[in-house]
């Protein structure tokens, strides 16, 4: 098991973790306020759709149409 440095996000065998943003994060930078989005289209952007969705709801980033 190899061991992480948070402070400098370097494995103790000198391989560079990823600290960027999230990938709920990054799935947001594609959404425009006042868009429709289909299940299908989110799909481009996540590998977890559903679990974003439900995030983005419940942050009140996006909210379901009844």
Do not use: F
């Not at 425009?32 to 974003?52: F, I, N």
């Amino acid at each position: 098991m190899r061991a992480i440095n948070i402070v400098t996000g370097v494995c103790t065998v000198g391989v560079l973790v990823w600290q960027g943003m999230s990938k709920l994060d990054e799935l947001k930078r594609h959404l425009k306020p006042g868009q429709a989005y289909r299940r299908a289209d989110l799909a481009r952007w996540s590998t977890s759709v559903d679990r974003h969705l439900k995030q983005l709801v419940e942050q009140m980033t996006m909210r379901a149409r009844s």
